[in-house]
């Protein structure tokens, strides 16, 4: 039997969730399947960004922990930054995708299945997913995308732990601390501080190739040891890879949104802004009939993005100053704007200047 629907999401994760959910909120909701296999609990993860009191709102039942300050530290110095009305946020991915599964409308379903084959025929998507077969007027594929070989990547391996003793400093998350071997890649520690005895602490390098699992926990590990920081408990692991360069969904023939539509900040990594934001506009175009799948980043930024890295790439001697350089030159208000892609242009301006001419002007025809 073959089952006619609207819209068929592909992947369960942050975007297909999240347009499922801006789905929902419509006042006529669509006929719409999603198709994931895996449980909430097998995706978790933390999920991080900048945002304001209001927009917590929603989403205070999958929120792990908010900060008003954090901080860049590298071997000479400390950027501290505050910011009132824009915090930095960490979710758990598995109480975000419960959240939204809690909120879907009856005309929404969520399979617990993957989708095992799909054909276009005369602009129809013909599905087969669980044993059932459905035909869906539109998809859009929420599945990673393929990282392209020889990019740029942002890698890491985390541990989430309880502690024998009390840390100081709970109150600031540690965006990037540099204090670590830079011999293979742009190195940082991050570190969540949940309460002052429950953390994530994250090994991170932005480089062309990942490392072996035992070399991130050996920098956790003296991170931890050179601070006196004692583990009572490991609550769970964390790893991923994210592209910090061009991404190639692995369908063309569907409409991508989340990650593999470049909703992927390239300069940071961070992507649950751009997603939230791709999504809900997405969900506004569909209820006036249209189907078109908005940018999730400006060209602007995508551009300006992809020149850092660039820079990155080539000179590597300087990755660490411009992090350190770009924090100094905002204040906490201004740089949780940038982060967020919402930076005026006197920001930006700020930003411009902070940076050595010379390389970036060497390789802006290059982007």
């Given at each position: 039997?073959?089952s006619?629907?609207?819209i068929?999401?592909?992947g369960?994760?942050?975007?297909?969730?999240?347009l499922?959910?801006?789905?929902a909120?419509l006042?006529?909701?669509p006929?719409?399947k999603?198709?994931?296999p895996?449980?909430?609990k097998?995706?978790?993860?933390n999920?991080?960004?900048w945002g304001?009191?209001?927009?917590m709102?929603?989403?205070?039942?999958?929120?792990?922990?908010?900060?008003?300050?954090?901080?860049?530290?590298?071997?000479?110095?400390?950027?501290?930054?505050?910011s009132q009305?824009?915090?930095?946020?960490?979710?758990s991915?598995?109480?975000?995708?419960?959240?939204?599964?809690?909120?879907l409308?009856?005309?929404?379903q969520?399979i617990r299945n993957?989708?095992q084959?799909?054909?276009y025929?005369e602009?129809?998507?013909?599905?087969?997913a669980?044993?059932?077969?459905?035909a869906a007027?539109?998809?859009?594929d929420s599945?990673?995308?393929?990282?392209?070989?020889?990019?740029?990547?942002?890698?890491?391996?985390?541990r989430e732990i309880?502690?024998k003793?009390p840390?100081?400093?709970?109150?600031?998350?540690?965006?990037?601390?540099?204090?670590?071997?830079?011999?293979?890649g742009?190195?940082f520690?991050?570190v969540?501080?949940?309460?002052?005895t429950h953390?994530?602490?994250?090994?991170?390098?932005?480089s062309?190739s990942?490392?072996?699992k035992?070399?991130?926990?050996?920098?956790?590990?003296n991170?931890?040891?050179?601070r006196?920081?004692r583990?009572?408990q490991d609550?769970?692991?964390?790893?991923g890879?994210?592209?910090?360069d061009?991404v190639?969904?692995?369908?063309?023939?569907?409409?991508?949104?989340?990650?593999?539509?470049?909703?992927?900040?390239?300069?940071?990594g961070?992507?649950?802004?751009?997603?939230?934001?791709?999504?809900?506009?997405?969900?506004?175009?569909?209820?006036?009939?249209?189907?078109?799948?908005?940018?999730?980043?400006?060209d602007?930024?995508?551009?300006?993005?992809?020149?850092?890295?660039r820079?990155?790439i080539?000179?590597?001697e300087?990755a660490?100053?411009l992090?350190?350089?770009?924090?100094?030159?905002?204040?906490?208000?201004?740089?949780?704007?940038?982060?967020?892609?919402?930076?005026?242009l006197?920001?930006?301006?700020?930003?411009i200047?902070?940076?050595?001419k010379?390389?970036?002007?060497r390789?802006?025809?290059?982007?």
């Amino acid at each position: 039997m073959l089952s006619q629907i609207d819209i068929a999401i592909i992947g369960g994760g942050s975007a297909g969730m999240s347009l499922a959910a801006n789905l929902a909120d419509l006042a006529s909701p669509p006929n719409v399947k999603i198709f994931e296999p895996k449980t909430e609990k097998e995706r978790d993860c933390n999920w991080s960004f900048w945002g304001t009191d209001q927009y917590m709102g929603s989403l205070k039942p999958a929120c792990k922990g908010t900060w008003k300050k954090w901080q860049l530290i590298d071997q000479d110095k400390k950027v501290v930054h505050e910011s009132q009305s824009h915090h930095y946020i960490t979710l758990s991915a598995c109480e975000y995708l419960k959240l939204c599964k809690a909120n879907l409308h009856p005309k929404i379903q969520l399979i617990r299945n993957a989708v095992q084959k799909l054909d276009y025929r005369e602009n129809t998507a013909f599905l087969s997913a669980g044993g059932l077969s459905y035909a869906a007027a539109h998809v859009f594929d929420s599945r990673p995308p393929e990282i392209k070989s020889g990019g740029l990547i942002q890698h890491f391996f985390g541990r989430e732990i309880r502690t024998k003793n009390p840390i100081k400093g709970s109150d600031t998350v540690t965006l990037m601390d540099f204090r670590v071997d830079q011999s293979r890649g742009l190195h940082f520690i991050y570190v969540l501080p949940f309460s002052d005895t429950h953390l994530l602490v994250e090994s991170t390098m932005i480089s062309q190739s990942p490392e072996p699992k035992q070399w991130y926990l050996e920098s956790i590990n003296n991170w931890l040891d050179e601070r006196g920081i004692r583990v009572e408990q490991d609550i769970r692991f964390e790893s991923g890879v994210i592209p910090m360069d061009k991404v190639k969904p692995q369908d063309s023939r569907n409409s991508a949104i989340g990650a593999a539509s470049g909703a992927i900040r390239q300069s940071s990594g961070y992507s649950f802004n751009f997603i939230q934001k791709q999504t809900k506009q997405l969900a506004l175009r569909i209820s006036r009939g249209c189907y078109d799948v908005p940018a999730p980043i400006s060209d602007r930024i995508v551009f300006m993005d992809r020149l850092f890295n660039r820079v990155l790439i080539k000179h590597p001697e300087l990755a660490v100053d411009l992090f350190m350089e770009m924090a100094s030159s905002l204040d906490g208000e201004q740089f949780a704007r940038f982060m967020m892609g919402q930076a005026s242009l006197s920001e930006w301006g700020k930003v411009i200047l902070a940076m050595p001419k010379t390389p970036f002007v060497r390789h802006i025809w290059s982007v």
